[in-house]
């Protein structure tokens, strides 16, 4: 990532990365797609902080922060989606997920059958419903 610092910051002044808030966002998901997760990650939460009602921006932060194996960040930019949109299927399907990387079980679950509820036609949904709950069934608290 190349980052700037515009004319006349001072030399104990942070680096910003240079353009704007799109640009972060469009180079955060190509990071991402580029597989440079902790790089987009850090990236897109800059963005995030700029726009935080930009769910493009936090759907793709929450992504960035599961793939860099940041589960607690992404539940938390997955929370936030939920707080805005509650039928926000994707969104579930995510917490979801990165509640089940973290052992949050009984969590994973919880958001995945709601993104099941949600969206029956996909399947890998259903998949990783199942594979939560078959976790809990071998390993009960």
Known sequence: MSETSSPGDGAGSPTVPGGDVYD??????????????DAAATLLARAADAEPGSRSIREALARAQYDAGRYADAIDSFTVLIADDPADDYAHFGLGLAADKAGELVLAAEHLALAVAMRPDQPHYGRALRGVRARIARNPA
């Open 24 to 37: 972060w966002f469009q180079r955060g998901r190509q990071l991402l797609t580029e597989r440079h997760p």
